[in-house]
């Protein structure tokens, strides 16, 4: 949902019309997934692969086609090739979502694990000052 609002903030802020329409596009379809994933967080958990690399590909080929018409465009290869990159892993998300799901479940975790392992740390630290 946050990279959806991002997304039609930096529309608004576009200065050519079509680049704003698809940004406002990409956004969008970002806000949706995530309001159906905040919405049904159970069925959400098991297929939210498939929206995430639908949302991928479209996003990623929005970038790049927008990098590649828009001349001026800041760093418009940078842009291509992020949006080329999003676009193939939409598509590697797409062919294999269970793999996807365990790696995502594992990122979490890793995540949280080194989010815990910092909050102790730090409160260890707090603690001696």
Known sequence: MIFGAVRFVQAIL???M???????LAGGLGFVVGLLVI?????SIAVLV????LFRVISGAIES?????????PQRG????????RFVR???VQAGPAITFLILARLAGAYLILAGVTGIV????????
Do not use: C, M, N, Y
Request: no cysteine.
């Open 122 to 129: 730090l409160a260890f630290q707090l603690r001696k000052a």
């Open 50 to 53: 498939i929206p995430l690399g």
């Open 78 to 85: 940078l842009a291509i090739l992020l949006g080329a990159l």
């Open 39 to 43: 919405r049904e967080p159970a069925r």
């Open 18 to 24: 079509q680049q704003r329409r698809l940004t406002a």
């Open 14 to 16: 576009a200065g050519d």
């Open 65 to 73: 086609f927008v990098a590649t018409t828009d001349r001026d465009t």
């Open 90 to 92: 939409g598509l590697l």
